[in-house]
């Protein structure tokens, strides 16, 4: 440990020396910018890989516990039209896989104003969600019966019928207000079924957060801060689904940005006219239906890594990650 973290300082320490004083050029930002915003990506694999192994949680923010705010009800309504999906091209960095706006058609369509709740997922468990056939494709059927799936994850069932989960190394209560995390997209899938609704498409989720005038952010251009969205490890877990109005989008969508990276239905591919980056390998190795695209940042995302065109993407089976969902009004 302590030779990697020399290493690692050292690195910094020549990066820094080379740095020009004057402009860099935009090739030799790229790559700047590629390693701190990578580093910011492992950070957070980092932080749910000690989830994975029971770890105690780091130590960087005060704990999730006591935090207020329940589910909001309903739904919002989405006009639709010609939207221009993507990122715009300017100074920002943005990875390969965001280039470059461009116009799609996107139907009216209703959102729900906040993501799905442990309360509202641990009604379809009790309901017997994971023993229902009907409710899952096939794909997903076969993952849980190999998985012996019957609840999320590290949801731990007790004798009353209530629910406990595994924090970190604590056990600790379920809190029927916090938006479910560590779900993967088959579990997302088969809710949404079991509830009559459906996930939403990555361009009907990017509209829904930044408008037809492509707002950066939910609530406009300013950068997150605490009390717009749950990021950068300010809270050490999961928050309530329906905190923290401050950063809600003029619409009346909540926390778009922060607390869970939520499923799309859409699977994980280029835009068009796609160029690969210098970076080749990181995206588009990944293209195909195995991949599934996830949106808005957790509460273990930097705030400077998010923004709402940001494209994160998971294969179908993965319940490791910070991963949650919000659902859409099934089609009439």
Same mark, same amino acid.
């Given at each position: 440990? /302590?030779?990697?973290?020399?290493?690692?300082?050292?690195?910094?320490?020549?990066?820094? !020396?080379?740095?020009?004083?004057?402009?860099?050029? !935009?090739?030799?930002?790229?790559?700047?910018?590629?390693?701190?915003?990578?580093?910011?990506?492992?950070? !957070?694999?980092?932080?749910?890989?000690?989830?994975?192994?029971?770890?105690?949680?780091?130590?960087?923010?005060?704990?999730?516990?006591?935090?207020?705010?329940?589910?909001? &009800?309903?739904?919002?309504?989405?006009?639709?039209?010609?939207?221009?999906?993507?990122?715009?091209?300017? &100074?920002?960095?943005?990875?390969?896989?965001?280039?470059?706006?461009?116009?799609?058609?996107?139907? &009216?369509?209703?959102?729900?104003?906040?993501?799905?709740?442990?309360?509202?997922?641990?009604?379809?468990?009790?309901?017997?969600?994971?023993?229902?056939?009907?409710?899952?494709?096939?794909?997903?059927?076969?993952?849980?019966?190999?998985?012996?799936?019957? %609840?999320?994850?590290?949801?731990?069932?007790?004798?009353?019928?209530?629910?406990?989960?595994? %924090?970190?190394?604590?056990?600790? #209560?379920?809190?029927?207000?916090?938006?479910?995390?560590?779900?993967?997209? %088959?579990?997302?899938?088969?809710?949404?079924?079991?509830?009559?609704?459906?996930?939403?498409?990555?361009?009907?989720?990017?509209?829904?957060?930044?408008?037809? /005038?492509?707002?950066?952010?939910?609530?406009?251009?300013?950068?997150?801060?605490?009390?717009?969205?749950?990021?950068?490890?300010?809270?050490?877990?999961?928050?309530?689904?329906?905190?923290? #109005?401050?950063?809600?989008?003029? /619409?009346?969508?909540?926390?778009?940005?922060?607390?869970?990276? /939520?499923?799309?239905?859409?699977?994980?591919?280029?835009?068009?006219?796609?160029?690969?980056?210098?970076?080749?390998?990181?995206?588009?190795?990944?293209?195909?239906?195995?991949?599934?695209?996830?949106?808005?940042?957790?509460?273990?995302?930097?705030?400077?890594?998010?923004?709402?065109?940001?494209?994160?993407?998971?294969?179908?089976?993965?319940?490791?990650?910070?991963?949650?969902?919000?659902?859409?009004?099934?089609?009439?």
């Amino acid at each position: 440990r /302590e030779g990697t973290l020399r290493y690692l300082q050292d690195v910094l320490d020549r990066v820094i !020396e080379r740095l020009p004083a004057g402009e860099v050029s !935009e090739t030799e930002a790229y790559f700047h910018w590629l390693a701190v915003m990578h580093e910011d990506m492992h950070d !957070e694999a980092f932080t749910y890989t000690r989830q994975t192994l029971g770890n105690p949680a780091p130590a960087f923010g005060r704990a999730a516990a006591g935090v207020a705010g329940a589910p909001l &009800p309903g739904d919002v309504y989405i006009p639709g039209g010609e939207y221009m999906l993507g990122a715009r091209p300017g &100074p920002e960095f943005v990875f390969d896989n965001e280039k470059w706006a461009h116009p799609v058609k996107v139907a &009216p369509f209703a959102i729900a104003r906040s993501a799905v709740s442990n309360g509202q997922f641990a009604a379809f468990v009790d309901d017997g969600g994971y023993r229902r056939r009907e409710l899952w494709s096939e794909e997903g059927w076969q993952w849980r019966e190999q998985a012996g799936a019957e %609840h999320p994850v590290y949801w731990i069932p007790q004798s009353n019928g209530r629910w406990l989960r595994r %924090h970190f190394d604590q056990v600790v #209560p379920l809190g029927d207000d916090v938006a479910v995390i560590h779900v993967n997209w %088959h579990e997302a899938e088969a809710y949404c079924r079991w509830a009559g609704r459906r996930l939403p498409t990555e361009a009907e989720w990017e509209l829904a957060a930044g408008g037809m /005038e492509k707002r950066k952010f939910p609530w406009g251009e300013a950068p997150p801060n605490a009390d717009r969205a749950f990021l950068d490890g300010r809270l050490v877990g999961c928050g309530p689904a329906g905190a923290l #109005p401050a950063g809600d989008s003029p /619409e009346g969508c909540r926390q778009m940005i922060g607390n869970v990276w /939520e499923w799309t239905s859409t699977e994980f591919g280029p835009y068009p006219g796609f160029v690969v980056d210098p970076y080749k390998e990181y995206s588009q190795p990944w293209f195909g239906p195995q991949y599934r695209l996830l949106r808005g940042g957790c509460w273990a995302t930097r705030s400077r890594l998010i923004r709402n065109t940001w494209r994160n993407f998971y294969t179908k089976d993965r319940r490791d990650v910070f991963g949650g969902f919000r659902t859409c009004a099934a089609a009439a």
